[in-house]
């Protein structure tokens, strides 16, 4: 054996030394103690029997002492054959700029080798010189379109970074070789990353042509058929399933998906309805379907009653588990039915408080009804058991502040500018909190700040002016923010107000008038805004309709004791 293996060596070595293997350039070494063919084929000799060693070093793995054989091969005569050699061998113990400088020598003195350049290549990719090697991949098979290999790298590594060009290269493959399963794979995987849904079936179809039987296979092929919207297609691949497989609820449960996509409800219903009362079927398995019809709420209101009785019937099945309770939450939410979705969301935070979102969605129903109070309440109890979640800290602050219980405001939307602390929003209402507690310094840093973070954010800009407004100072910077946030929300009647609030403060009552006035036209509003328009007024001297409007404000709080005293008086 080990005959055999060195005579395989040295004719190895004849052939690349020579350059009967590739037809490359060799270049021998001018020395040694006499002149002439003598010492030329004495060098020669020399050089094959170190690259004789070298190669039965790599044999048996010694790649280390292979490369110092190799080394010693050149210091006689310079051959690609030996750089190639040399090559391998640095790629193989990681040495990898010293494999590429190696093969570029080889590829230069034999450019028609492809080995050497499939080397080069591969020392390029292993650096991580990914545009180089796609270059020599592309100059392989420019020279040579029959390397299926070739094609392929080169392919692979097109698919970080021109992908549709990948995918071009793939099919290319497969029109010239034919279709090959790994091709195919790498064809359907990157069509479907690029949402070529089509294509991705296609590829998918030839590989059930490689192996027929594979159903896992075909199961694949009919959904990626889905994702294309070919339902035909898709629903023919099912059938050929079903045939051989009656009793697969998966396989039936795809079909029924496929019908509820055509809006063919009635055979969709028929089907699920056959796994839903089957007792081997998982709770995961019915909530899917509840899934799939409540993912078509939005688009299809009629759908909601029967997806709400598939959650009731999953609830009544499994009543300690929250999933269904969940879902039915949320039903309520869509259909608008506050005490569907209160009850449920409700019974979730029983079952799984350490689910924050229920939290926040029951508090949600309340908050949209300016039920503070509950809010409150309903929050309190959630930063018990997840007191790190921002949502419930922050949430619970905006209903602190609008009960105007501002210390304890302040202590939750801190903790809330803890877990998030370049949260926006919440540095606004932070504000609005130090504002209302008279630390204005603490105030006017969080508005700096926030504004460095988001320079055009429209809530900033207009909360940022009417405290300035409110305490009469910095009115010129106050006027531009107020111009900024009109601009970006021109029928916000907050922000109609501060710009006329704005224009009070600067003694341009007019101006003033006709901002808060567009406020009020533009619907409900606070009983501040008619004050202001009261004060505008008094201020141009119409005290009757400054009675009028301080009034109407005082309808609609009637606990402003200032502004009570204020209409007593008649005056500012």
Known sequence: MFRTLMICCLAGAFALLTGCAGGGETTRSKGGDSSG????????????????????????????????????????????????????????????????????????????????????????????????????????????????????????????????????????????????????????????????????????????????????????????????????????????????????????????????????????SEQFETILKQDSVSMEAKLHIGELYFARLGADSTLAPTTRSIFERIRDRYPLDWHAYWFLGAIGTVTRDDSLTVRNFRKVTELAGWNADAWVYLSSVFLEKNNFEEVSRVLEAAVKVVPDDFRVNFLLGVAYNRLEKNEEAARVLERARQLNSKDVDAMSQLAVVYEALKRYDETDNLYEEALRLDPTNHLVLNNYSYSLAERNIQLDRAKEMSEKAVAAR???????????????????????????????????????????????????????????????????????????????????
């Open 37 to 268: 063919t003598g010492v030329s084929d004495y060098l020669h000799q020399k050089a094959i029997q170190s690259f004789i060693n070298g190669s039965l070093f790599e044999v048996k793995g010694d790649n280390a002492q292979a490369i110092l054989e190799y080394q010693d091969a050149l210091s006689y005569e310079k051959s690609g054959g030996i750089y190639y050699a040399l090559a391998r061998n640095y790629s193989r113990i990681g040495k990898h700029a010293l494999a590429i400088e190696a093969a570029k020598e080889a590829v230069r003195m034999d450019p028609a080798n492809l080995d050497y350049r499939g080397t080069l290549a591969a020392a390029y990719v292993a650096a991580y010189e990914t545009d180089t090697a796609a270059m020599e991949y592309e100059e392989i098979v420019r020279r040579d379109s029959s390397s299926l290999e070739a094609w392929f790298n080169l392919a692979r590594l097109y698919e970080p970074r021109k992908p549709l060009r990948a995918l071009e290269i793939y099919e290319q493959i497969t029109n010239r070789f034919g279709p090959e399963w790994e091709v195919l794979l790498r064809t359907a995987e990157l069509a479907n990353k690029l949402r070529q849904f089509n294509k991705a079936a296609e590829a998918l179809n030839q590989m059930t042509e490689i192996d027929p039987s594979n159903q896992a296979l075909m199961r694949t092929l009919a959904q990626t058929y889905v994702r294309a919207e070919n339902y035909d297609g898709a629903l023919e691949v099912l059938k050929e399933l079903r045939e051989s497989n009656p009793d697969d609820l998966n396989i039936l449960a795809d079909e029924a998906e496929i019908h509820l996509f055509r809006k063919e409800y009635k055979l969709a």
């Open 490 to 572: 021109p029928d916000n009647p907050s922000y109609l107000d501060t710009m006329g609030w704005v224009y009070f403060r600067l003694g341009e009552y007019k101006e003033a008038a006709e901002y808060i006035k567009r406020a009020i036209e533009k619907g409900e509003v606070s009983a501040v805004v008619y004050e202001h328009l009261g004060d505008i007024y008094y201020k141009m001297d119409n005290k009757k309709e400054a009675l009028e409007q301080w009034n109407i404000a005082l309808q609609l709080d009637e606990k402003n004791k200032e502004l009570r005293d204020k209409i007593l008086r008649g005056s500012l």
